[in-house]
């Protein structure tokens, strides 16, 4: 199946400091990805709406200044977790969409710890 | 929001089929169900969708009923590695997909 890749898949960083993690499509282009984060024990959330070229969409509740998006390729989207808290710690995971045959694939997930 | 619902957990014994059920009732017309199944702490794997037909494929088959309100997952042939939780998901007019609580199964040697 097609391949979706993030980066890094975990990172460790103080509090304060912002952490910008990437997703890319390896064998696809997508026009359109999806940034979800999952607490312990919980399913995934969705955050936000990436388009190719545009403002990405948040889901309400969401901060669009604290996690910026940013999909300026056809093959890249990243999320950059800015001043972050322990509280940002979680598992966050991207997705792309393939056009034409409608699958929705998930990276690996990038695990973000805030100390 | 999600619009499905599922069991919380199912067992299955290894080799016999497992049948995961999700209910559906408010979908539209226009959205495609999505089946994707999580191994713990890994990104969610795509398994199967389809919109009103049954669908198959290597790993699973998709039942949708006539009235599109639910829809069952069949694992064949279950084993170990298929220990996961599955989620049922309906992809909504915007092109989102939400994830519900899924269902946790465990395959039982």
């Known amino acids: 199946g097609a391949v979706v890749s993030q980066h890094p898949s975990r990172v460790i960083c103080k509090s304060g400091t912002s952490v910008k993690i990437e997703c890319r499509s390896l064998?696809?282009?997508?026009?359109?990805m999806f940034w979800y984060r999952q607490f312990p024990k919980q399913s995934l959330m969705l955050m936000a709406t990436?388009?190719?070229?545009?403002?990405?969409?948040?889901e309400q509740g969401v901060e669009k200044d604290k996690f910026l998006i940013n999909h300026a390729s056809l093959t890249l989207s990243t999320l950059t977790v800015t001043s972050a808290h322990p509280e940002d710690s979680s598992f966050y995971i991207c997705?792309?969409?393939?056009?034409?045959?409608?699958?929705?694939?998930f990276g690996e997930g990038s695990r973000l710890t805030v100390l | 929001d999600a619009k499905t619902t599922q069991p919380t957990s199912m067992d299955c014994a290894e080799g016999r089929a497992a049948n995961l059920p999700c209910n559906h009732s408010?979908?539209?017309?226009?959205?495609?169900v999505y089946w994707y199944r999580q191994i713990h702490s890994q990104g969610p794997q795509y398994i199967i969708h389809?919109?009103?037909n049954n669908e198959t494929n290597e790993m699973a088959s998709l039942i949708i009923t006539e009235d599109r309100k639910s829809s069952t997952l069949i694992l064949p042939h279950a084993t170990l590695r298929d220990t996961a939780v599955y989620y049922c998901i309906v992809r909504v007019a915007g092109n989102q997909f939400y994830f519900g609580t899924g269902t946790s199964l465990t395959v039982i040697p």
């Open positions: 990436s388009n190719e070229g545009s403002k990405a969409t948040y």
């Open positions: 389809g919109l009103k």
């Open positions: 997705s792309a969409l393939k056009e034409g045959g409608g699958e929705l694939f």
């Open positions: 064998d696809f282009q997508a026009t359109t």
């Open positions: 408010t979908i539209s017309g226009n959205e495609y």
